[in-house]
Nanobody, 124 residues
Framework: VQLVESGGGSVQAGGSLTLSCVTP????????IAWFRQAPNKPREGVSC????????NFADSVKGRFTTSRDTASKTVYLHMTNLNPDDTAVYSC??????????????????WGQGTQVTVFS
């Protein structure tokens, strides 16, 4: 199972970015997809999860109201739309597969295949 993230970059605080997670090797319909991030010297943090049908999305408290997630089954792509970014959002963002209905927590045991990540840097 392969996942490929893209869309990272550098953006000024208050700006927006949209990340993409492409799943070229498998049928997206069967999986929920989550986004995680890891900043230097910090533990990995779950950011969002979207279910296999596009519903049941959940978000970390730190990004609620600023981040949304969507999916396009035809293009096998899941998106993370990030707005009102701040320097605390600087991290490597990765996507991961999970069960069709997103777990209630972002505990690692619920997530299987991972992408290599894409860097997001927010400067003030």
């Amino acid at each position: 199972v392969q996942l490929v993230e893209s869309g990272g970059g550098s953006v000024q605080a208050g700006g927006s970015l949209t990340l993409s997670c492409v799943t070229p090797g498998f049928t997206l319909n069967y999986y929920g997809i989550a986004w995680f991030r890891q900043a230097p010297n910090k533990p990995r943090e779950g950011v969002s999860c979207i279910g296999s049908t596009g519903g049941g999305a959940n978000f970390a408290d730190s990004v609620k109201g600023r981040f949304t997630t969507s999916r396009d089954t035809a293009s096998k792509t899941v998106y993370l739309h990030m707005t009102n970014l701040n320097p605390d959002d600087t991290a490597v963002y990765s996507c991961a597969t999970t069960t069709p209905v997103c777990p209630q927590t972002f505990a690692s045991k619920y997530f299987n295949s991972w992408g290599q990540g894409t860097q997001v840097t927010v400067f003030s």
